[in-house]
């Protein structure tokens, strides 16, 4: 049986999914808000990836601001959709990556400093899978704020 969530991991998520502090020390500067100690907090994230809970730490930011980034999709067979997921979420810059229904049943996003780090990541998922990647460019944009707590008051 996996092991719950604990109370301090809850409280790290559910406070710092937005206003992560952006300091010469970061970890101190949330112990010391929550009450905690710098270790503990970064044990207890630590964990969190370890368990693949959380699949990263680090900052979201408005596209076209720094770097580049493209919303992607490819037609994953069904049978195998798990296995691709997980793959195409070991490579660095990958985002979001989810099911859906539809022929391109898996999307996600790629991030990078610029469009050739894009063109790497696609290629490099392309060998690794076999499949296309699509490119869905951005007409308009839409801001999401995907914070989720974990507790409700």
Not at 63 to 86: D, Q
Request: net charge negative; charged share 20%; glycine share 6%.
């Amino acid at each position: 049986m996996p092991r719950p969530v604990t109370p301090l991991q809850k409280k790290l998520i559910d406070c710092y999914q937005r206003g992560f502090p952006v300091t010469p020390h970061p970890y101190a500067d949330i112990a010391a808000a929550i009450g905690s100690t710098e270790d503990a907090v970064i044990n207890a994230l630590a964990d969190l990836q370890d368990r693949k809970i959380l699949s990263r730490i680090g900052a979201t930011y408005a596209t076209g601001r720094a770097g580049a980034s493209t919303l992607a999709a490819m037609a994953a067979p069904a049978e195998n959709l798990e296995k691709i997921a997980h793959l195409i979420s070991g490579f660095t810059g990958i985002n979001h990556n989810y099911e859906r229904e539809d022929k391109l049943n898996l999307w996600f996003v790629i991030t990078g400093p610029d469009q050739e780090a894009i063109r790497q990541t696609t290629r490099a998922i392309t060998d690794a899978t076999g499949l296309a990647v699509h490119h869905m460019p951005m007409i308009e944009h839409y801001r999401l704020d995907l914070g989720f707590p974990l507790s409700w008051n």
